[in-house]
């Protein structure tokens, strides 16, 4: 069972922004009409993935979610979902899989996916090309200050009526560090999952090692301060998405 639809950017932002907003609400009465009937509400998980363009996002979805693979790029912010087996005796779940493309100037769109209603429920990935090192540092702070206002301005919300949802959610996000860490000054984790996939990790591999050795400090320095994982992915590697598989879970 599937659905999917395309945000496009064909005019200015606040008319984006009004078709985006549309557009999601229409899909999520849609969604949850469908999972009422299947009694199956409450058992849903949301993945947004954002990035470089031309990095792997869509191949990584349609791989993710066992589909074949799209021939074409994304366009603006794309929303599909899909039904997944848990396990023999934790039945299904649905996963909601917003894809943005356009690279970072359509960052803001980040706000659509994440909301006070299912920010706890929601994990977030961002793939860069590393065979454009030039634009690593910039796609990436770009969409992290992005991804903070969105995840703060929902759990704000949230804060305001069940507050013991932020403090879990703090508490979990601090347990692979513990409170006691040496590194507890400059650490600002993430309070949702946060996944940062380096793409085109073939390309990476020849170049010369001194680049590496910087690219590679640096990304491992930005994700352990902001609580991410980091892994590499090339276009024959499918284990990634096993492990994104277990990051995932809340």
């Known amino acids: 069972m599937s659905s999917s639809t395309v945000v496009t950017n064909r005019t200015n932002f606040k008319d984006l922004w009004s078709v985006a907003t549309d557009e999601k609400a229409k899909i999520e009465d849609e969604r949850i009409a469908k999972l009422e009937a299947l009694g199956k509400q409450d058992e849903d998980t949301t993945i947004v993935i954002v990035g470089s363009q031309n990095a792997g996002k869509s191949s990584f979805v349609s791989r993710f979610l066992d589909r074949e693979e799209r021939k074409r790029s994304t366009i603006g912010l794309e929303y599909t979902y899909s039904r997944m087996t848990k396990g023999a005796k934790l039945g299904k779940t649905t996963c909601n899989c917003w894809e943005l493309g356009g690279g970072s100037s359509l960052a803001q769109l980040v706000d659509i996916p994440i909301t006070a209603q ?12 590393l065979s454009k090192p030039e634009e690593l540092w910039t796609t990436l702070e770009v969409f992290m200050k992005q991804i903070r206002r969105s995840v703060n301005g929902a759990l704000t919300k949230v804060k305001a009526t069940n507050p013991s949802v932020v403090g879990k959610l703090d508490h979990k996000a601090w347990l692979k560090f513990g409170r006691k860490h040496p590194d507890k000054d400059m650490l600002n984790p993430l309070l949702i999952p946060l996944v940062i996939i380096g793409g085109k990790y073939d390309i990476y591999q020849d170049f010369d090692p ?7 400090k640096t990304l491992r320095f930005i994700a352990h301060t902001n609580g991410a ?22």
């Open 118 to 129: 299912r920010v706890s429920q929601t994990s977030v990935i961002i793939m860069l090309d």
């Open 210 to 216: 001194e680049k590496k050795k910087i690219i590679c």
């Open 229 to 250: 994982s980091l892994m590499a992915s090339t276009v024959s590697m499918l284990v990634i998405n096993y492990n994104c598989n277990s990051v995932f879970q809340h």
